[in-house]
């Protein structure tokens, strides 16, 4: 078994914050960011010039720190939508699942861990539960405050991109190289689209990929992971196939979540207008 495969403890008492504005905690002179909705991704870029170290770019300035940070965080193409998803404490709504407030707990463990560990998390749970924006939030967390390299990936998105090499626009091998350089790499939405051989077998390619580099690896899909029976499969099971499953059981820590759609009223209201700035 690849040593980076290894379980996780029990979560710690964690929550989610949703902020308008968001900043790295520091004194006035600290260098600063802000987040911004730039076409269909988010994009930081800090606040200068540096009081501290302006105009004579001094390279031990903690700016220049943040200035890399900031770039992983740019590459991590984390969708424009969730500009407000960030890992903070907050008081979990009275209404939430407890399996959601599991669901977080276990979130924020794995983003505070000191050195984070190898096996990701894989959420299975039914639309506008929160999966996605956790997974936004954690990409945020890992770049922004530990400068950790991730790349989050809708798996239907993806898939189109595949076929656009078909048609000669761009290289398949390119696009499956891009999802073996981060640390961690997060696959929203697996399974939601039509099924189909192949969309099964770019998965079950990348999960081989991630599994045989021993990369961190996250995923979500609203086909539920839990067996109706024993000695039966799940949904997801049956999908990905048993290969693939068996890999993702010494990848990830497998978490059902179920919840409130809070994209329906009278939580839809909550959708942000874009472009403006976190």
Same mark, same amino acid.
């Given at each position: 078994?690849?040593? #980076?495969?290894? %379980?996780?403890?029990?979560?710690? &008492?964690?929550?989610?914050m949703?902020?308008?504005?968001?900043?790295?905690?520091a004194? @006035?002179d @600290?260098?600063?960011?802000?987040?911004? #909705?730039? %076409?269909?991704?988010?994009?930081? @870029?800090?606040?200068?010039?540096?009081?501290?170290?302006?105009?004579?770019?001094?390279? $031990?300035?903690?700016?220049?720190? +943040?200035?890399?940070?900031?770039?992983?965080?740019?590459?991590?193409?984390?969708p424009?939508?969730?500009?407000?998803? =960030?890992?903070?404490?907050l008081?979990?709504h009275?209404d939430?699942? #407890?399996?959601?407030?599991?669901?977080?707990?276990?979130?924020? !463990?794995?983003?505070?861990? @000191?050195r984070?560990?190898? &096996?990701?998390?894989?959420l299975?749970?039914?639309?506008?539960?929160?999966?996605?924006?956790?997974?936004?939030? +954690?990409?945020? %967390?890992?770049?922004?405050?530990?400068?950790?390299?991730?790349?989050?990936?809708?798996? *239907?998105?993806?898939? !189109?991109?595949?076929?656009?090499?078909?048609?000669g626009?761009?290289?398949?091998?390119?696009?499956?190289?891009?999802? &073996? !350089?981060?640390?961690?790499?997060?696959?929203?939405d697996?399974?939601?689209?039509?099924?189909?051989?192949? $969309?099964?077998?770019?998965? &079950?390619?990348?999960?081989? #990929?991630?599994?045989?580099?021993? *990369?961190?690896?996250?995923?979500?899909?609203?086909?539920?992971?839990?067996?109706?029976?024993?000695?039966?499969?799940?949904?997801?099971?049956?999908?990905?196939?048993?290969?693939?499953?068996?890999? +993702?059981?010494?990848?990830?820590?497998?978490?059902?979540?179920?919840? =409130?759609?809070?994209?329906?009223?009278?939580?839809?209201? +909550?959708?942000?207008?874009?472009?403006?700035?976190?």
């Amino acid at each position: 078994m690849c040593p #980076a495969h290894k %379980s996780m403890g029990h979560p710690s &008492q964690e929550t989610i914050m949703k902020s308008a504005r968001i900043a790295i905690p520091a004194p @006035e002179d @600290e260098p600063r960011f802000v987040v911004l #909705a730039q %076409s269909a991704v988010l994009k930081a @870029e800090p606040v200068g010039p540096c009081r501290r170290c302006s105009p004579w770019e001094d390279a $031990s300035c903690n700016c220049h720190r +943040l200035k890399k940070r900031c770039t992983l965080f740019n590459a991590a193409m984390i969708p424009a939508f969730y500009i407000k998803a =960030t890992l903070q404490p907050l008081q979990i709504h009275n209404d939430s699942s #407890a399996s959601l407030r599991r669901t977080i707990k276990a979130v924020q !463990q794995w983003a505070r861990r @000191e050195r984070p560990p190898e &096996q990701g998390l894989l959420l299975s749970g039914p639309n506008g539960v929160g999966k996605s924006f956790l997974m936004a939030a +954690l990409a945020r %967390s890992l770049t922004l405050d530990r400068g950790i390299s991730c790349l989050f990936v809708d798996f *239907g998105h993806l898939l !189109q991109r595949l076929k656009a090499t078909f048609n000669g626009q761009g290289l398949e091998y390119e696009v499956f190289e891009s999802l &073996q !350089q981060p640390q961690v790499l997060i696959i929203d939405d697996v399974g939601s689209h039509r099924v189909s051989t192949w $969309s099964r077998d770019v998965f &079950q390619t990348i999960i081989a #990929a991630r599994y045989n580099a021993c *990369g961190t690896t996250f995923v979500t899909t609203n086909l539920p992971i839990t067996s109706i029976g024993t000695g039966s499969f799940s949904h997801f099971e049956k999908w990905a196939g048993p290969h693939c499953t068996s890999r +993702l059981a010494e990848m990830c820590f497998w978490i059902p979540v179920d919840g =409130t759609d809070r994209r329906r009223p009278p939580f839809s209201r +909550l959708r942000p207008t874009l472009p403006h700035k976190a």
